[in-house]
T-cell receptor, first 113, second 111 residues
């Protein structure tokens, strides 16, 4: 009965590969996010979707492409992986776009070798 | 856009003492200020939040204060315990709904 779940939890891959991370929430929330947490623990927003519509798109390389097939799912596809993409990626969801708690998934630790 | 600064980056306290973490924000339109706790290897989890129409909020040993004029807010943890050891993040939500986090504070509570 996990509220926000991501798969996989760990991902080790070689440079140049393409990989996807999946996220699902069962909270009935309208808004979903992807955050990147680097080695210094800094949490930076990458994307936000509200009812399947992209509403926030930070300065992220276009190798990163989010996809929201429905409001309960937000996947992240990364093309041509680079060493600098190594980080923990967190999916999150919230009810509404503003002033509400964001619930985080358990994170996906991506290591590019 | 919103810019959130957080201090200190590390904080070491003796068990039973208080811990205070301070944050400032830049966007005067920001109106929601949550605090998240992240234990090692775990996800960030909300511990307390405050909205711009409130100056102070308390929940057991934790409290948050907000000064909208000065654009700063603070987290206070009293009677710290070893299980309070974690990274704490402040955040601010701007009018677009973008949740901007501070850089985090590593709190270490020593017995």
């Amino acid at each position: 009965d996990t509220a926000v779940s991501q798969t996989p939890k760990y991902l080790v891959t070689q440079m140049g590969n393409d990989k996807s991370i999946k996220c699902e929430q069962n909270l009935g929330h309208d808004t979903m996010y992807w955050y990147k947490q680097d080695s210094k623990k800094f949490l930076k927003i990458m994307f936000s979707y509200n009812n399947k519509e992209l509403i926030i798109n930070e300065t992220v390389p276009n190798r990163f492409s989010p996809k929201s097939p429905d409001k309960a799912h937000l996947n992240l596809h990364i093309n041509s992986l680079e060493l600098g993409d190594s980080a923990v990626y967190f999916c999150a969801s919230s009810q509404g776009r503003t002033n509400t708690e964001a619930f985080f998934g358990q994170g996906t630790r991506l290591t590019v070798v | 856009g919103e810019n959130v600064e957080q201090h200190p980056s590390t904080l070491s306290v003796q068990e039973g003492d208080s811990a205070v973490i301070k944050c400032t924000y830049s966007d005067s339109a920001s109106n929601y200020f949550p605090w998240y706790k992240q234990e090692l290897g775990k996800r960030p989890q909300l511990i307390i939040d405050i909205r711009s129409n409130v100056g102070e909020k308390k929940d057991q040993r934790i409290a948050v204060t907000l000064n909208k004029t000065a654009k700063h807010f603070s987290l206070h943890i009293t009677e710290t315990q070893p299980e309070d050891s974690a990274v704490y993040f402040c955040a601010a939500t701007d009018s677009w709904g973008k949740l901007q986090f501070g850089a985090g504070t590593q709190v270490v509570v020593t017995p």
